[in-house]
């Protein structure tokens, strides 16, 4: 009886596991689907050195170019619709840096490969390229090689890119504008999670963007910065961790510039940021040219080249909000040039700054020091 009594009561706390693991278990929805699963419309796949392309029973191309696939295999989606068409890429090619994989509105893209980038070419040439389209998304994507840019959209609307791996020889990561009517705003875009390496300019560019969600940027040895926001608004940032982005340069980790975060003529709060490490490089922070309406939670920052923080012309910036380190580098600067008004409602908080300093000249408007910790570091503030 007893053997029983116990093998019921095991059976019964493993029964209580199960249960308790299925609640606290993510939705499947919620998951990451694996490239290449689930329903799709057209496919270009690869096998030995032949590409082919199909809808259902229909190839609609078959040859050795993986531009050439995987654009047709884009064409075969139905014309003029009014809802996502799905195209899966399996396997790896290369394609031109002059040339162009371009999504029209209502696509999606899955790439279970890479695509090495060679030659040269010039304008806003892309592996991926979108413009005036709505209802668009990059689920996977690998890029190697010299793009111009790995992925370029401009004005659009409705964005979704998510896992995105880009280890790179030159060009720009992700650039992301309204260039081309500056009239409309880009809107509502989504960036999962990319990284980005071996870039000569920045890792992820944003201008002129209405709503923007990015999960995580991650920068590795990129010229210039890790994530730029460019007269961007209301924008949600979880994490920027770069190393070495902007080495020898003033770009940052993390830069806003040309009015990023004004609305209207304000800079209500509507950048908000997680967190931002940055080891090595130019600058950790920069906001400059009068950009603000921001906050930044967490920072991390340690050995940059130039300024650890630099706020120059900014207005209503809140700097560790929750906590934050300075290790090394630069010092953290509030500066101002004369063209535009000088800072204004900028709080510097909760930093441990180590073998540093924190210096503000001009004297800003209600400039806030608070809660900083000096560990061999001088402080000369107003």
Same mark, same amino acid.
């Given at each position: 009886?007893?053997?029983?009594?116990?093998?019921?009561?095991?059976?019964?706390?493993?029964?209580?596991?199960?249960?308790?693991?299925?609640?606290?278990?993510?939705?499947?929805?919620?998951?990451?689907?694996?490239?290449?699963?689930?329903?799709?419309?057209?496919?270009?796949?690869?096998?030995?050195?032949?590409?082919?392309?199909?809808?259902?029973?229909?190839?609609?191309?078959?040859?050795?170019?993986?531009?050439?696939?995987?654009?047709?295999?884009?064409?075969?989606?139905?014309?003029?619709?009014?809802?996502?068409?799905?195209?899966?890429?399996?396997?790896?090619?290369?394609?031109?840096?002059?040339?162009?994989?371009?999504?029209?509105?209502?696509?999606?893209?899955?790439?279970?490969?890479?695509?090495?980038?060679?030659?040269?070419?010039?304008?806003?040439?892309?592996?991926?390229?979108?413009?005036?389209?709505?209802?668009?998304?990059?689920?996977?994507?690998?890029?190697?090689?010299?793009?111009?840019?790995?992925?370029? #959209?401009?004005?659009?609307?409705?964005?979704?890119?998510?896992?995105?791996?880009?280890?790179?020889?030159?060009?720009?990561?992700?650039?992301?504008?309204?260039?081309?009517?500056?009239?409309?705003?880009?809107?509502?875009?989504?960036?999962?999670?990319?990284?980005?390496?071996?870039?000569?300019?920045?890792?992820?560019?944003?201008?002129?963007?209405?709503? #923007?969600?990015?999960?995580?940027?991650?920068?590795?040895?990129?010229?210039?910065?890790?994530?730029?926001?460019?007269?961007?608004?209301?924008?949600?940032?979880?994490?920027?961790?770069?190393?070495?982005?902007?080495?020898?340069?003033?770009?940052?980790?993390?830069?806003?510039?040309?009015?990023?975060?004004?609305?209207?003529?304000?800079?209500?709060?509507?950048?908000?940021?997680?967190?931002?490490?940055?080891?090595?490089?130019?600058?950790?922070?920069?906001?400059?040219?009068?950009?603000?309406?921001?906050?930044?939670?967490?920072?991390?920052?340690?050995?940059?080249?130039?300024?650890?923080?630099?706020?120059?012309?900014?207005?209503?910036?809140?700097?560790?909000?929750?906590?934050?380190?300075?290790?090394?580098?630069?010092?953290?600067?509030?500066?101002?040039?004369?063209?535009?008004?000088?800072?204004?409602?900028?709080?510097?908080?909760?930093?441990?700054?180590?073998?540093?300093?924190?210096?503000?000249?001009?004297?800003?408007?209600?400039?806030?020091?608070?809660?900083?910790?000096?560990?061999?570091?001088?402080?000369?503030?107003?």
């Amino acid at each position: 009886m007893r053997r029983r009594a116990a093998l019921l009561a095991s059976a019964a706390t493993t029964a209580l596991l199960t249960a308790l693991a299925t609640l606290t278990a993510p939705p499947a929805h919620a998951r990451a689907a694996a490239c290449g699963d689930g329903a799709y419309h057209a496919e270009a796949v690869r096998n030995g050195s032949t590409w082919t392309a199909r809808r259902g029973s229909s190839t609609v191309y078959t040859g050795t170019d993986m531009r050439a696939a995987v654009q047709a295999a884009i064409g075969a989606l139905t014309a003029n619709r009014t809802s996502k068409e799905r195209v899966v890429v399996r396997g790896s090619g290369s394609v031109s840096a002059g040339s162009r994989i371009s999504l029209p509105s209502y696509t999606v893209l899955d790439v279970c490969g890479t695509i090495d980038v060679t030659g040269t070419g010039s304008g806003d040439q892309a592996p991926v390229y979108s413009r005036g389209t709505r209802d668009i998304e990059v689920q996977h994507l690998g890029v190697t090689g010299a793009p111009l840019y790995g992925i370029f #959209l401009r004005n659009v609307q409705n964005v979704v890119l998510g896992q995105i791996d880009m280890r790179l020889s030159r060009g720009l990561g992700v650039r992301i504008d309204n260039r081309g009517d500056t009239s409309q705003w880009t809107r509502n875009v989504r960036i999962d999670d990319v990284y980005v390496s071996g870039a000569s300019s920045h890792a992820v560019e944003t201008y002129g963007v209405d709503g #923007l969600t990015v999960g995580t940027v991650t920068a590795r040895d990129v010229g210039e910065s890790g994530l730029l926001l460019n007269q961007t608004i209301n924008a949600t940032v979880s994490k920027v961790d770069a190393e070495n982005a902007g080495t020898g340069t003033g770009y940052a980790a993390f830069r806003m510039a040309n009015r990023n975060g004004r609305i209207g003529s304000g800079y209500a709060t509507n950048i908000r940021v997680g967190e931002v490490i940055a080891r090595g490089g130019g600058r950790g922070v920069f906001c400059v040219s009068e950009s603000g309406g921001a906050t930044i939670d967490r920072i991390t920052l340690s050995n940059t080249g130039n300024n650890a923080i630099l706020i120059e012309n900014c207005y209503n910036v809140n700097l560790a909000a929750q906590s934050g380190t300075v290790t090394g580098g630069g010092e953290i600067r509030l500066a101002a040039r004369s063209e535009f008004a000088n800072n204004r409602d900028v709080t510097v908080q909760n930093l441990t700054v180590t073998n540093s300093a924190i210096r503000e000249s001009p004297c800003g408007e209600n400039t806030i020091f608070r809660n900083n910790r000096l560990v061999n570091s001088t402080q000369s503030i107003c």
